[in-house]
Structures are given as structure tokens and as C-alpha cells.
């Protein structure tokens, strides 16, 4: 009997092994080395003679006291929340729309997650066009011929508007399935005590809903404030820096300047933010619960 679970033991070990490789091949050793790279002076001279000499902090205070961190700071900040929030109250409103069974229901379902399904840098060069000052459609309908993409003032909303575009189908896909796992028969008992329309959301659908709440901020969140390709396919960061996130400055200084130390640095910053805000949510979510 114990050798039995021995073998059975060391069989469930192996079938680990391949899983436990990839993780620390893909993910482990980038991270690493990205953390590495933060405290040394990284260049493209390094991929020569291999010499990456220890700076320790330099590079972290040289790209916090940058005079870009500010504004990228900030912009990540606008553009993180705003994405969120409307790709939360969009996706769940329109979740709440399929729970009804109407004709052509499965079919829209399926049409909503073509946003999702376009890849990142082919959707911002279709909205790049739809957005362009002189030859864009949204513009031969709204007067004023406004610079989407080149205005410091809007070049941020298009960003954002666009963002929310692409989110609204992982939002109400995942908020559709959890609103399919609260019964029936609730709502009919909730309807007995008076509680229909908003009341029957607020006491039975938002509680038990919640969970599922959880899991899409939190993924929102760590996909959103590390969103690269989309804003560099519209604006590159420009104009003025109106439209440049960390991330998109982490692309700058490490495949634009070829400051890999400094990149790296801003690289772990963001990291760090988006670890804090995860825990901090993750453990008010828990205080509630």
C-alpha cells in the first residue's frame, strides 16, 4: 500500500514537471532578469562584451525624477480607471440584456466578441484610420473636424474610448456567465417580497454577482495599466506626451533610447503598482466578504 502511493505520489510529480518548466523558463527567468536589469547599466553594448556594470538605484531615480514620469503617472492612472469603469458598466449592461431570450440572441452574443477577438495592433491601425483629422470617418459626421489623435486634449479620450471598445466583450462574457449561475428561483422569491426591477439587482443579482465582480476588476486592472500596443498603433505617446503611460515610456527608453537598466527600472515600477493595487482590492474584497 505505501509504495502504491509512492508510485502514484511520484506519477503526480512528473506530470508537474513539464508545467512547473514552462513557468520558470516563461515567466520566472524574464521577471528575474527584468529585476536584474534594473540595477545595472543595461545598453546595447552590453550584448557585445556581456558587461553590465551594478548601478545600483541610478536607473530608478533617474527615470522617477524624469520630467515624463509625472505625466506618464497620471496618464496611466486616467486611462486605467476610466477603461475600467466603462468597460465594467457597459459589459454589464449588456449582460443583463442577454439574460433575455429574444431572436437572434446567440448570434449577437457571438458578433459582441469581435473586438475582443482582433488582434490589438490591427484594431488601433482600423481606429487610427476612423479617427484620422482629414480622411476619417468619425469626422465627415461630426462638425468641427476635431484632431482625435492630435489634440492634447482628446488624443487621451480617444485612447480610452477605444480601449473600452475592445474590453466591453471579456467584461460581458465573464459577467454573462456568472449571472447564468444565480437561480431562477430567486429572483421568483424576491419578486414574492416585492423586490422586481432595480431593487431585485441590488439585493439578489449585485450580491451574488459579486465574486465574478472580483475576478474581471482584478484581471481588468492588470491588463489595463500595462497596455502597450494599442496606444503606441494611435498616438505613439504623442502628441506632447498627452498619451505616454509607463508602459509605453518602458518601451521608449528600452527599444527607442536603447536604456535597457532604465526600462527594465520603470518596467519593475509598474509591476510593483499593479501588484499593490491588486493585493489592496483583493484584501478589502476579503474584509467585506
Known amino acids: 500500500m505505501v509504495d502504491s502511493r509512492r508510485r502514484h505520489r511520484a506519477l503526480e510529480i512528473l ?3 513539464p508545467a512547473v518548466a514552462y513557468l520558470v523558463l516563461f515567466f520566472g527567468y524574464p521577471v528575474a532578469k527584468n529585476l536584474v ?30 520630467s515624463v514620469f509625472g505625466k506618464a503617472l497620471l496618464n496611466t492612472a486616467v486611462f486605467t480607471v476610466a477603461s475600467i469603469a466603462g468597460q465594467f458598466v457597459l459589459g454589464l449592461g449588456i449582460a443583463l440584456y442577454f439574460r433575455r431570450r429574444f431572436p437572434l440572441s446567440g448570434l449577437l452574443r457571438s458578433l ?4 475582443w477577438l482582433i488582434p490589438l495592433i ?17 469626422n465627415r459626421v461630426i462638425p468641427g473636424n476635431p484632431g482625435w ?25 465573464i459577467l454573462y456567465g456568472g449571472l447564468q449561475d444565480i437561480p431562477t428561483d430567486l429572483y421568483e422569491a424576491a ?23 472580483n475576478v474581471v476588476l482584478v484581471l481588468g486592472l492588470v ?34 533610447e536603447f536604456d535597457f537598466g532604465q526600462g527594465a527600472a520603470l518596467g519593475n515600477i509598474l509591476i510593483a503598482i499593479s501588484l499593490v493595487f491588486a493585493f489592496v482590492y483583493l484584501r478589502g474584497v476579503r474584509r467585506e466578504a
Not at 556581456?50 to 538605484?57: D, K, N
Not at 459582441?112 to 473586438?115: A, F, K, T
Not at 497596455?227 to 503611460?245: F, K, M, S, Y
Open 37 to 66: 536589469m534594473g540595477f545595472q547599466e543595461y545598453t546595447t553594448s552590453t550584448f557585445y562584451t556581456g558587461e553590465a556594470p551594478w548601478v545600483g538605484f541610478a536607473n530608478y531615480s533617474a527615470v522617477i525624477g524624469s
Open 122 to 138: 490591427v484594431a488601433s491601425a482600423i481606429w487610427r484610420w476612423i479617427l484620422d483629422q482629414d480622411n476619417g470617418v468619425l
Open 191 to 213: 419578486a414574492l417580497d416585492g423586490a422586481t426591477g432595480w431593487r431585485a439587482f441590488r439585493y439578489v443579482t449585485w450580491p451574488l454577482l459579486r465574486p465574478v465582480v
Open 223 to 256: 491588463y489595463t495599466i500595462k497596455v502597450l500596443d494599442l496606444i503606441l498603433g494611435l498616438t505613439r505617446g504623442g502628441p506632447a506626451n498627452a498619451t505616454q503611460t509607463l508602459a509605453t515610456q518602458s518601451y521608449h527608453l528600452s527599444f527607442v
Open 112 to 115: 459582441i466578441l469581435l473586438p
Open 149 to 173: 489623435l492630435t489634440s492634447t486634449s482628446l488624443a487621451l479620450i480617444a485612447c480610452i474610448i477605444v480601449n473600452i471598445w475592445i474590453g466591453i466583450p471579456f467584461n460581458t462574457t
Open 15 to 17: 506530470f508537474l514537471v
